[in-house]
């Protein structure tokens, strides 16, 4: 590969020797000297001797040399003084004296013009038509190659411009050909229907870019207020843990008290006989020593009442305090610690704290028999249908509605409380999915395979409304269990979606007494809490937990 020439090299090539300066609109002698036009003819303004001769070798020409533009030399300089960011000035064509700047090329006439000979080449009729473009030097590129004309001609078969020879004599023959006028307009309108999809994809793309930056901040919300609600909930759990490890050390000092003063006081009174029975012993003894018989006799009479006493047997001693029942105490404590799980879930504030949630109503989905609070937690049955827009998502034919959150994942607990307890209603959760249209089993709470409910009555009749049963019944996939137990106002809802578990709870105070539990494998899709009201005296309010 030929090694770059230097650029102080290149820039002398191309400097004109009468100026010094980049050539501009160069001419080429017979000699094969170059020279810029406006150089060459200002030095043969007054010849010397009448003749003319080249400024650089001194050749002598008798007659006027004719001067032939020097293309390939003009680009190399224009493509120099681009590259080397020298402003690139055209010198008008026509300008006789002092060369002023071109501001427009003719392809036609294959000259540059100054805006004053630009003004007479417009206003000539003959040159009305010819094309102009920015000042240049280089033909070649409006030129084609085989024929040397002008590309006035567009070839949509092969799209490239072409000239007039080309589609008569040339490889274009028989080609779809236009004037460049009408191919340059169809491509620019080609152009623009483009850029109108480009600009509609930009702004999909800025929507979309818009969504995704709205979910990221929504989920850093989420995240920022469930980590906060984990906080408070655990806050809660150890609080209750505190407390429980506060009673029972307060409870096993109590024992120790009582234990250890019983104890001591058996310590006391023991010592104390101890102290006695050394005493009579020594006594004794000294007695024993006596060899004087009345002295003997004398002493043992005084004392027998003492030897007596004393050489009775021991009465049984009590036993200790019970250590195995204090030993028992002490493991039911710790028994009770591992069992708190389930006690959390029988202790109403403890679920409300730990798995609270307070649901809204989807009015998407409520029955126009149903009617919802203004803050989608009340559902009241009504005979006066109400005028909510069809839609896919809404039951058409039992009066239902379920909410808009759902349970996906984790443990949820929330609660009902049931206004008109003997009329017709049903609590419990479904599948998003579950039939809406339709008077068919799979449309209706706890006969559909894709509910679990608890209910006022057996739903074996379809909600029949001439019964008014106040019996409790637990549905689901149209099995019915008739349930033995007295509900309050107010019933709890416990999901485990992990474990497969739904629980619903009779709600008295801070005490929940199970109503029953349905045990699934798992759970395929997300679950909703469910309502239905069947009759216009019961109204369902979903309780505040948060």
């Given at each position: 590969?030929a090694?770059?020439?230097?650029?102080?090299w290149?820039?002398?090539?191309?400097?004109c020797?009468?100026?010094?300066?980049?050539?501009?609109?160069?001419?080429?002698?017979?000699c094969k000297h170059?020279?810029?036009r406006?150089?060459i003819?200002e030095?043969?303004?007054?010849?010397e001797?009448?003749?003319?001769?080249?400024p650089e070798?001194?050749?002598?020409?008798?007659e006027r040399?004719?001067?032939k533009?020097?293309?390939?030399l003009?680009?190399?300089?224009?493509?120099y003084q681009?590259?080397?960011?020298t402003?690139?000035?055209l010198?008008?064509?026509?300008?006789?004296?002092k060369?002023?700047?071109?501001v427009k090329?003719c392809?036609?006439c294959e000259a540059s013009m100054?805006?004053k000979h630009l003004?007479?080449?417009?206003e000539?009729?003959?040159?009305k038509?010819?094309?102009?473009?920015?000042p240049?030097?280089d033909?070649?590129?409006?030129k084609?190659?085989?024929?040397?004309?002008?590309?006035?001609?567009y070839c949509k078969?092969d799209?490239v411009?072409i000239?007039?020879?080309?589609?008569?004599?040339?490889?274009?023959?028989?080609?779809?050909?236009?004037?460049?006028g009408?191919g340059e307009?169809e491509?620019r309108?080609?152009?623009?229907?483009?850029?109108?999809?480009?600009?509609?994809n930009?702004?999909s793309?800025?929507a979309a870019?818009?969504?995704l930056?709205?979910q990221?901040e929504s989920t850093q919300?989420?995240i920022?207020e469930?980590k906060?609600q984990?906080?408070?909930?655990?806050?809660?759990?150890?609080k209750?843990?505190e407390?429980e490890?506060k009673e029972a050390?307060?409870y096993?000092?109590?024992?120790?008290r009582?234990?250890t003063g019983?104890?001591d006081a058996?310590i006391?009174?023991l010592?104390?006989?101890?102290?006695?029975?050394?005493?009579n012993?020594?006594?004794f003894?000294?007695l024993?020593?006596?060899n004087e018989k009345?002295?003997f006799?004398?002493?043992f009479?005084s004392?027998?009442l003492?030897i007596?006493?004393?050489?009775e047997?021991?009465a049984?001693?009590p036993?200790?305090p019970?250590v195995?029942?204090?030993?028992a105490?002490k493991?039911?404590w710790?028994?009770?610690?591992?069992e708190?799980?389930?006690?959390l879930?029988?202790?109403?504030?403890?679920?409300?704290?730990?798995?609270g949630?307070t649901p809204?109503?989807?009015?998407?989905?409520?029955?126009r028999s149903?009617?919802l609070?203004?803050?989608k937690r009340?559902?009241?049955?009504?005979?006066?249908?109400?005028?909510?827009?069809?839609?896919?998502k809404?039951?058409?034919?039992w009066?239902q509605?379920l909410c808009?959150e759902g349970?996906?994942?984790?443990?949820?607990y929330?609660e009902?409380e049931?206004v008109?307890?003997r009329?017709?209603?049903?609590?419990?959760?479904c599948?998003?999915?579950?039939?809406r249209k339709?008077?068919?089993k799979?449309c209706v709470?706890?006969?559909?395979s894709?509910s679990?409910?608890v209910?006022?009555?057996?739903n074996?009749?379809l909600w029949?409304y001439?019964?008014r049963?106040?019996s409790v019944?637990a549905?689901h996939?149209g099995n019915i269990t008739?349930?033995?137990?007295?509900?309050?106002?107010?019933v709890?809802?416990?999901?485990d979606f992990?474990a497969?578990i739904?629980s619903?709870y009779?709600?008295?105070?801070?005490?929940?007494?199970?109503?029953c539990?349905?045990?699934q494998?798992?759970f395929?899709e997300t679950?909703?809490?469910?309502l239905?009201?069947?009759?216009w005296s019961?109204?369902?309010?979903l309780c505040?937990?948060?």
């Open positions: 590969m090694a770059a020439l230097p650029p102080e290149l820039e002398e090539e191309l400097t020797p009468v100026c010094l300066q980049i050539y501009t609109d160069p001419v080429i002698l017979n170059s020279f810029c406006a150089c003819e030095s043969w303004r007054e010849p001797s009448g003749t003319y001769s080249c070798c001194r050749a002598n020409y008798r040399p004719a001067l533009r020097n293309f390939k003009a680009n190399i300089a224009l493509k681009a590259v080397n960011g402003p690139v000035a010198p008008c064509n026509y300008c006789s004296k060369k002023l700047t071109a090329t392809l036609k100054c805006s003004k007479h080449h417009r000539n009729a003959v040159f038509n010819h094309p102009l473009i920015d240049t030097a033909m070649s590129t409006w084609c190659i085989e024929h040397k004309k002008l590309l006035e001609i078969d799209k411009c000239c007039c020879l080309c589609p008569v004599v040339g490889k274009h023959k028989n080609h779809n050909c236009v004037s460049i009408e307009q491509l309108d080609h152009l623009q229907q483009q850029i109108e999809k480009v600009r509609t930009t702004t793309i800025q870019l818009d969504h930056q709205t990221k919300t989420l920022r469930t906060l984990i906080q408070e909930k655990c806050n809660a759990v150890r209750y843990f407390n490890e050390c307060k096993l000092d109590r024992v120790q009582h234990v019983e104890i058996r006391l009174e010592e104390n006989k101890m102290e006695d029975f050394e005493k012993l020594s006594d003894s000294d024993l020593t006596k009345l002295i006799i004398q002493g009479n004392m027998a003492r007596k006493e004393a050489s047997p021991l049984p001693q036993p200790p019970d195995n029942k204090i030993t105490d493991i039911n710790v028994q009770k610690q591992y708190v799980v389930s006690q879930e029988r202790d109403r504030d403890i679920m409300a704290t730990v798995y949630q809204t109503l989807d009015v998407e989905t409520a029955h149903v009617i609070s203004d803050d009340v559902a009241t049955g009504t005979q006066y249908r109400q005028p909510y827009p069809a839609n896919r809404r039951f058409d034919t009066g509605v808009s349970v996906n994942s984790g443990r949820s929330w009902v049931i008109g307890v009329g017709k209603w049903a609590i419990g959760v599948y998003g999915s579950i039939k339709g008077r068919d799979e709470l706890g006969e559909s894709k679990w409910i209910c006022s009555e057996s074996s009749n029949s001439l019964s049963s106040t019944s549905q996939n008739d349930l033995a137990v007295r509900i309050s106002s107010k709890g809802v416990f999901v992990d497969g739904i619903f009779s709600v008295s105070g801070n005490k929940l007494s199970l109503i539990t349905f045990q494998q798992s395929s679950l909703y809490p469910a239905k009201v069947g009759d019961t109204s369902l309010t505040s937990l948060t």
